[in-house]
């Protein structure tokens, strides 16, 4: 079969038609992005983030956390920001949110302060992506070039936060499909999960794990936690979950789940003969392979479904719509 030339340049240009929207969605994500028109943005952004990690180091780990929680609902565009309003249902008040997710007064102190220099030019879902590179720094974890140029939804989904969002109490084959819904693969899953060497977790998450007598944790382990986690109330009482490091965003969280130390069950699910065995054994073994392939997950997750060009708005206040 012959096809002319008239005809394949049709095609060709018909093709690259199709490739064109998702292409644009990352070309016009750009580390430069706000060289010109705010060139002390990320400058200001560090300052607001290492002043509320230096008051507490939790917040590291939470605000890494809220760049997570924020992408993998309708992509990264700050839409876990927005407070509810009679037409918004609020992100916020999801389960896997509710009473854990924080750091929404730090990004809003670091919009105030663009806002005084370079105001309606740098985006809430911007400032989330830059204070979780910063928050890695500062607790001893890999920096990245952050990509900018991401703009602010209009709208928030709770039904998606409640559906889309990894569960502590998820088996592999699940949090295995649901990063690669969003174009994740089990390696950068393994890796994202390399975040839960620092920060805490409340008792509800895990009580039901170190009171199973399961073969899957170390009985030592189990009765540890258990002093600060009794079988009946006292749900919100927290816990490291890295006993070791627990300020430190390092590689001994996949050192712990060979020692069966994991803290939520989604933890040690990640070394229990699958396939991401080979995975953990080779980030507990090298702490360069953990931090090289957490910061590129950490990109790769900035790029999911970003709005930018004309789409979206840039917020004056990250909880609200302009």
Not at 29 to 49: E, G, H, K, Q
Not at 59 to 78: E, K, N, P, T, Y
Request: glycine share 6%.
């Amino acid at each position: 079969m012959s096809i002319s030339n008239n005809s394949f340049a049709a095609i060709v240009a018909i093709f690259s038609l199709l490739l064109l929207p998702s292409m644009q969605c990352h070309a016009q994500l750009s580390s430069t992005f706000y060289d010109r028109t705010c060139p002390n943005a990320l400058n200001t952004i560090r300052t607001s983030v290492r002043q509320a990690v230096s008051r507490e180091r939790r917040m590291a780990a939470s605000l890494i956390r809220l760049h997570f929680h924020d992408c993998f609902v309708q992509g990264c565009d700050a839409s876990i920001l927005l407070d509810e309003t009679p037409t918004i249902v609020s992100e916020k008040t999801a389960l896997p949110n509710l009473g854990s997710v924080r750091g929404y007064g730090i990004i809003e102190d670091a919009k105030r302060e663009l806002e005084k220099t370079c105001p309606g030019v740098v985006s809430c879902a911007d400032i989330l992506a830059v204070a979780a590179r910063d928050a890695s720094t500062l607790v001893g974890g890999p920096s990245w070039t952050v990509k900018l140029g991401r703009r602010d939804s209009t709208t928030a989904s709770h039904t998606l936060a409640e559906t889309d969002l990894p569960g502590p109490f998820d088996p592999l084959t699940r949090l295995i499909s649901g990063f690669a819904n969003k174009g994740l693969s089990t390696r950068d899953m393994v890796a994202l999960s390399g975040a839960h060497s620092i920060g805490q977790a409340q008792c509800f998450l895990f009580r039901d794990r170190i009171y199973s007598n399961e073969s899957d944790i170390d009985a030592g382990f189990a009765s540890t936690r258990r002093r600060q986690c009794p079988q009946e109330d006292q749900n919100g009482n927290l816990a490291p979950l890295d006993l070791v490091t627990p300020n430190q965003l390092d590689n001994n969280y996949f050192k712990n789940l060979r020692q069966r130390k994991g803290l939520l069950q989604s933890d040690q699910v990640l070394l229990s003969g699958g396939s991401t065995d080979d995975i953990v054994l080779e980030y507990s073994n090298s702490p360069r392979a953990f931090a090289s392939d957490f910061a590129a997950a950490m990109i790769r997750m900035g790029d999911i479904s970003p709005l930018t060009g004309s789409n979206g708005i840039i917020r004056t206040v990250c909880g609200a719509i302009n």
